[in-house]
């Protein structure tokens, strides 16, 4: 957080990354044809929570979000960028 930055701007901010990741991984995974009970399998939670992911109600942790990257073949920063 910046020293201008108030910590309800900096959380919305977060908030909106979490948003933007769960976009990148909903299209990635739609890309390749798989249903999020498949990608939760692979990465040992249930598709409930990849939902959660999916939607931004809860951040992918930076292990998970590492592992899609390398299901996927995509670099971990594509998952940050803004949808076109």
Not at 21 to 34: P, T
């Amino acid at each position: 957080m910046s020293m201008d930055e108030s910590p309800s701007h900096a959380a919305a901010n977060l908030a909106k990354s979490g948003r933007i990741v769960g976009f990148q991984i909903n299209s990635a995974r739609q890309e390749r044809n798989l249903t999020r009970r498949d990608l939760g399998d692979l990465l040992g939670v249930s598709p409930e929570q990849v939902e959660r992911y999916e939607t931004g109600e809860e951040a992918v942790p930076a292990g998970k979000l590492y592992r899609i990257s390398e299901l996927f073949g995509l670099p971990v920063t594509d998952f940050f960028r803004q949808p076109d």
